[in-house]
């Protein structure tokens, strides 16, 4: 069922919407800038290794390191799957 709007109800011109409260939004983002963050060993090891270039893992991989041999090989046999 369709019906036509008849009329609008206008906002009464002399009430205004308030702005936020300006200091206290001031205050709180000043109040936030003196937070410290540590990041842990094991976190910055991932972030390390998640941002490594194929030519480090390589290098790391003919250094010994286990966990490039492993990462050179998943994606050597991605590859050759890709392939067929």
């Known amino acids: 069922m369709v019906s ?34 540590q990041i842990s060993n094991a976190a910055k090891a991932l972030l390390q290794e998640a941002t490594e270039t194929p030519a480090q893992t390589a290098k790391e991989a003919s250094a010994g390191d286990q966990q490039a041999k492993k ?13 067929k």
């Open 4 to 37: 036509n709007v008849t009329s609008l109800v206008q906002p009464h011109p002399g009430i205004q919407p308030k702005p936020a409260d300006a200091k206290a939004t001031q205050s709180k983002s000043q109040q936030n800038s003196n937070v410290t963050v």
């Open 71 to 83: 990462l050179l090989a998943k994606e050597a046999a991605a590859a050759e799957a890709a392939e």
